[in-house]
């Protein structure tokens, strides 16, 4: 059985867990520079390098995942945020990508494995992939609005290379994350695609966008509602959302893109709002209570959490869910539906 398919199969019978953050977890470590940088001999600071780590300290990435997995985690991702050549280029290692995203894939596979192999619950393995620090929709410039940095096939290619080896080391599925520019995410679903033709299999892509206000628009200006049109063509395996805001602020949001997707959402905000430290405070049992709210409602089939977000976090998300139904597909008319900044329904 396919991945696409056995996730729908078990995604039929509850609401899923998937983890949590790897970067504030990550921080907790207090990690030296020297533990980033191992014996690889780089020209730059690696300090704040957290893919890195998968070839450098392995037993990093290890421990978060596998806390995630005894938290209740059905689907770990990959610490490969930004294992691309555009964000690596910052630390001088983009000999390393390939690397880099073999082996973490590597990690989440085995472990994965590990824990179905416990219990003959299947898990899965979610190929993670970040915007990059570089956006196709804005000019970086406000003195000349039609200046790009990079170009749409230069992203594609930059993703192409990283979606490749996260499929060699094992991944069910790509993420393409924290979409924050609709444009670039459609580069990582380009890639994908391509990545997937020359495999001659299905690549299942999961998408998450990141709201940049309460209004629930992404930084390039598209609606929840305009962003689901922009890329459904792509045959999600899920849609949701995830960072920006805690759940109380992606209520909303959340009811507009279950009422209107015929695909699973999944859904992982940060642990509330940071505060004046850049600290997260909300309490696990109120992260569960909210997003506990949706799965009542009918509104998720899967949760977890992103930035300050902890094992203990997902397992009392694991927790608070279980025994209730997951979220049904609606069927919505087959209309043509066209994606601006705003979405537009072109009436039968």
Not at 5 to 33: P, V
Not at 47 to 63: C, H, R, Y
Not at 222 to 246: D, K, M, Q
Not at 296 to 311: F, R
Request: proline fraction near 5%; charge should be negative.
């Amino acid at each position: 059985m396919s991945a696409r398919k056995k996730l729908l199969a078990e995604a039929a019978k509850r609401i899923l867990i998937t983890d949590g953050a790897f970067g504030t977890e990550i921080q907790n470590w207090k990690l030296a520079e020297a533990a980033y940088a191992g014996s690889l001999g780089l020209s730059h600071d690696q300090k704040g390098n957290n893919d890195i780590l998968a070839v450098t300290m392995p037993e990093v990435p290890e421990t978060i995942t596998r806390a995630y997995l005894d938290a209740g985690s059905d689907i770990v991702s990959t610490n490969t945020f930004s294992a691309n050549s555009i964000s690596q280029a910052d630390y001088g290692a983009e000999s390393l990508v390939r690397e880099i995203n073999l082996e973490s894939a590597k990690i989440a596979r085995r472990l994965a494995d590990e824990y179905a192999a416990r219990d003959g619950r299947p898990r899965f393995v979610a190929g993670a992939i970040g915007p990059t620090n570089k956006t196709l929709s804005l000019s970086p410039d406000v003195n000349d609005p039609g200046f790009r940095e990079i170009d749409f096939d230069y992203l594609t290619g930059v993703y192409r290379e990283q979606i490749d080896a996260l499929l060699e080391g094992g991944a069910d599925f790509i993420l393409i994350e924290t979409v924050f520019d609709t444009l670039n995410a459609k580069a990582g679903i380009m890639a994908a695609i391509e990545a997937g033709a020359a495999l001659g299999r299905d690549v299942p892509i999961m998408l998450s966008m990141t709201l940049t206000d309460l209004s629930g628009r992404n930084l390039s200006g598209h609606t929840v509602e305009a962003f689901w049109h922009a890329v459904r063509h792509a045959r999600p395996v899920t849609i949701g959302l995830n960072c920006s805001f805690g759940a109380e602020q992606l209520r909303p949001h959340v009811k507009t893109l279950a009422d209107i997707a015929d695909t699973l959402i999944m859904v992982y905000p940060n642990a509330g709002l940071p505060n004046e430290l850049g600290a997260y405070d909300e309490a696990p049992e109120t992260t569960a209570g909210l997003v506990g709210e949706w799965a009542g409602a009918g509104q998720v089939n899967i949760l977890g959490g992103c930035c300050g977000s902890t094992p203990a976090h997902i397992k009392a998300i694991a927790d608070g869910v279980r025994g209730l139904k997951p979220r049904a597909l609606p069927q919505p008319p087959v209309l043509t539906r066209l994606a601006g900044l705003e979405p537009m329904t072109m009436a039968a």
